[in-house]
Each structure stands twice: as structure tokens, then as C-alpha cells.
């Protein structure tokens, strides 16, 4: 990295979403900050997603961007499958996730983000935006959410559970693991690794990313909380496991959530 701010690979993973494709390359090809690497992965869509790549490489160009865009379209074995290929394929120094119908926050994102590096940092973080399909504010994860985002974040932060959010955590590209295919928690497995390997975590103190609301694990709420248990469990061992999932029981019969 001498000579040069951090490469900031940045992957949108994609399947039959070209109605939300555009407008999430577009928040990233118009960052101000011009040491971007945009990956598209995409499962072999079967809509018009191939035809909304065309239009955003074609943007990228006529913006004259120094950002390095790169696409890819096959099959997968799913949404973790596709991640892993992301992360294979980028060459950044940080890796970053933001899938289809997801945003990132403004133009100065990323540029205000890397004000908080410092060549030990490992990990960036901060909040995310729940949005609605019309990109309705519903209010930040911490607001929304009974769990806050940590001013501190380590991997002993995630005992009960995901307390940042995926589209705003930024990680070491040569920290990171593969994801667990087949588990819907395989994100917070994915974070905790990165944690448990990470010198440094920094709170940014942004909110870094607009988060469309929905996804696999709320459509699939019982399979989710399961394949947590498991994940949880793997780091934490089964009795503290087991105490931190009554409490979390009990904080959602008394406070609803």
C-alpha cells in the first residue's frame, strides 16, 4: 500500500435483482473517493440483469472514473457461494458487501470513512439506514434495533448476537475467511472470524450504507435463528451460548425484541 491510499474492493452480489442493480452501482461509481475496486457478482440471473450491467459499465466509462469495475454472471450454489467468489476475486486491501437494493449513504461516503484509517486498522464500522422498497428512512439499526452498535466492537461483542451490520463493516482483505454455505448465520461466523483476527477495529461514527429491509434470514426467520444457535455456539461454547440465548428469550418477552 505504499504510494497510495487503501484499494477499497467493494461487492455487489446479485440474482434476478436488475430493478435494484442501478441505483446501488451507481452510489458506488459516484464516490468521491477514487480508490475503488466495484465487483458485480451475479447467479446467472435469468431477468434483465445483463442488460443493467451494460448500462452501469457504460456510466462508469462516460463518468471517466478511475474505478476498476468488474463483472461476473454464472451459476452458484447460493447467496454465501457468491460471496466467497466476491471476495475471491477482489483485489483490494478491504473488502466491503453491499448487495442489490442497498446504497451507499452519500457521494462522501467512502472518502469520510477512510479518514478513520490508519495503516493497524483492520476493521471500519458504523451504522446502517433501514429502508422500505421506496426508500423510505425507517431509522437506524441502532434506533431500531434492541441491541446498539458497541462504541468498542470485538468478537466478544457478537455473544448475543449480530450487533453491526454487514453493509457497514468494512474488513482486511487478508483477514477474511470463507463463508459457511448452507447456514443463513454464516454472516455473523464471517464477522466473528474477521474480529477474532482483526489489531484494530475503528467506530467510524457514520451511517455508511442505506440497508433495504427483508432478505433470506427474515424470510426464513426459524431456519435463521437455528443455524445462529449453531454459529454462536462454535465460538462461544454451549453453556455461555445456552444463558445468552435465555436472555435474548427473556428481552423478547419483556421488551419485545
Known amino acids: 500500500m505504499l504510494g497510495r491510499p487503501p484499494l477499497i474492493s467493494i461487492i455487489t452480489v446479485t440474482y434476478n435483482s436488475a430493478h435494484l442493480l442501478e441505483a446501488t452501482a451507481y452510489s458506488v461509481l459516484e464516490q468521491t473517493y477514487p480508490y475503488i475496486e466495484y465487483l458485480?457478482?451475479?447467479?446467472?440471473?435469468?431477468?434483465?440483469?445483463?442488460?443493467?450491467?451494460?448500462?452501469?459499465e457504460s456510466a462508469n466509462d462516460r463518468?471517466?472514473?478511475?474505478?476498476?469495475?468488474?463483472?461476473?454472471?454464472?451459476?452458484?450454489?447460493?447467496?454465501?457461494?457468491?460471496?466467497?467468489k466476491g471476495q475471491r476475486l477482489a483485489t483490494g486491501d478491504f473488502v466491503w458487501f453491499l448487495n442489490a437494493g442497498d446504497r451507499l449513504m452519500e457521494r462522501q461516503t467512502v472518502e469520510k470513512m477512510m479518514q478513520h484509517y490508519s495503516p493497524s486498522v483492520d476493521v471500519l464500522f458504523g451504522e446502517v439506514m433501514h429502508v422500505t422498497p421506496t426508500r423510505y428512512h425507517l431509522g437506524t439499526r441502532s434506533e431500531l434495533m434492541t441491541q446498539k452498535l458497541p462504541e468498542t466492537l470485538t468478537w466478544e461483542s457478537l455473544r448475543m448476537g449480530m450487533v453491526v451490520c454487514h453493509q457497514a463493516f468494512v474488513v482486511r482483505r487478508s483477514i477474511v475467511t470463507d463463508y459457511m454455505l448452507d447456514n443463513l448465520a454464516a454472516d455473523i461466523d464471517w464477522v466473528i472470524n474477521a474480529l477474532k483476527r482483526s489489531r484494530k477495529n475503528v467506530n467510524t461514527h457514520l451511517v455508511l450504507a442505506e440497508y433495504l429491509v427483508g432478505g433470506i434470514s427474515k424470510q426464513r426467520h426459524k431456519r435463521s435463528l437455528f443455524d445462529r444457535y449453531w454459529v454462536l455456539k462454535k465460538h462461544y461454547g454451549w453453556l455461555p451460548n445456552l444463558?445468552?440465548?435465555?436472555?435474548?428469550?427473556?428481552?423478547?418477552?419483556?421488551k419485545g425484541g
Not at 458485480?40 to 452501469?56: F, K, P, W, Y
Not at 444463558?243 to 419483556?254: D, E, N, P, S
Open 40 to 56: 458485480i457478482i451475479d447467479g446467472a440471473s435469468t431477468d434483465h440483469t445483463d442488460l443493467i450491467i451494460q448500462l452501469i
Open 243 to 254: 444463558w445468552a440465548h435465555l436472555k435474548i428469550v427473556w428481552r423478547a418477552m419483556v
Open 63 to 84: 463518468l471517466l472514473n478511475t474505478k476498476r469495475f468488474r463483472h461476473f454472471s454464472e451459476a452458484d450454489k447460493g447467496l454465501y457461494d457468491a460471496m466467497n
